[in-house]
């Protein structure tokens, strides 16, 4: 895997903890996954001198086939209006996969570029709510709340819903499960391009399962099976697991419990994601520190950071 120092956020953000590189610094691979971090803060967009370096937009993730624009998106927080850098200037033209459907996932939408532009198709799928997609995320956006709803956003805009299972989307092998999260049906996704697997839990409550053996979360069947021999996992990395007895009832994962999850399931890189907002660079650096050591490398997701699998 190669890490490079640029990417759709930030080009003068620092490295994974700073100056550091994941898996060793090199020329970009042509023909490799190549995964765009748009946005890796977790529940609110921030912005101030203490969380400059791993920065502050909410979740979202881009996929491209090697040097070709990005085509499947996981998630669409505010760090989807990040990713019109990596079109340089076009229209997209793919997929979006929404883990769950909370404000940090779902509110970059109506402010992405590369979504309005000529020849654009924006195909967005989010789990199955029994219900018709479009309704349901325009309980959200729309007014009052919004001036506009999202079939407003164009023609080029289709919202479907998708159910646990095998899915293509352009190009990459999807399986999608469910996994619990606090305040709606959530899917974390296994994605290959037949060479290379990345899995994505951004939101995940393992404790609603029970305390595991570690007491912060069960290594359920769901995420050993999303997880098991992933080149990469990005994994919620919100609380430590000192403060789960106070900020558990949230629904998010302790960094401990991403880093048990990794050695268990033999993974190549964790990355830590969905950054808590309230935390800071240093805070960020020391929970790397205090992962690392063990038989898989960990890093910290930053806005901009770009990843190719190979």
Do not use: N
């Amino acid at each position: 895997m190669k890490s490079t120092q640029s990417g759709p956020g930030p080009g003068d953000q620092a490295g994974l903890p700073r100056g550091a590189t994941a898996g060793g610094a090199g020329a970009r691979c042509a023909g490799a996954m190549r995964a765009y971090f748009c946005g890796t803060r977790g529940s609110t967009p921030v912005s101030g001198a203490g969380q400059a370096h791993y920065g502050g937009h909410t979740s979202c993730i881009g996929l491209a086939h090697g040097d070709q624009p990005p085509s499947l998106v996981l998630d669409a927080g505010t760090g989807l209006q990040q990713l019109s850098l990596a079109l340089r200037g076009g229209p997209f033209q793919g997929s979006v996969l929404l883990s769950h459907l909370h404000w940090d996932h779902t509110h970059g939408m109506p402010f992405f570029r590369g979504g309005i532009q000529e020849g654009h198709r924006v195909d967005i799928y989010l789990p199955g709510q029994d219900a018709d997609p479009e309704e349901v995320l325009a309980r959200a956006i729309a007014p009052p709340h919004f001036p506009i709803r999202p079939k407003e956003l164009g023609s080029g805009w289709t919202f479907s819903g998708i159910e646990p299972g095998h899915h293509e989307f352009e190009g990459f092998s999807v399986l999608a499960l469910e996994i619990p999260h606090k305040g709606g049906r959530t899917f974390g996704y296994r994605v290959s391009d037949g060479t290379s697997v990345f899995a994505y839990l951004p939101d995940h409550s393992p404790l609603a399962l029970g305390p595991g053996p570690e007491g912060i979360g069960v290594y359920h069947e769901a995420a050993v099976t999303l997880a098991s021999g992933a080149d990469l996992l990005i994994h919620d990395a919100q609380h430590t697991a000192l403060e789960m007895p106070r900020l558990g009832f949230l629904g998010h994962s302790a960094v401990e419990y991403a880093a048990g999850l990794a050695e268990r399931c033999g993974v190549g890189t964790l990355v830590l994601f969905h950054h808590d907002p309230w935390r800071t660079d240093d805070e960020i650096d020391r929970m790397v520190s205090d992962c690392s050591g063990g038989g898989v490398p960990v890093i910290a997701a930053f806005d901009g950071m770009v990843l190719d699998l190979a």
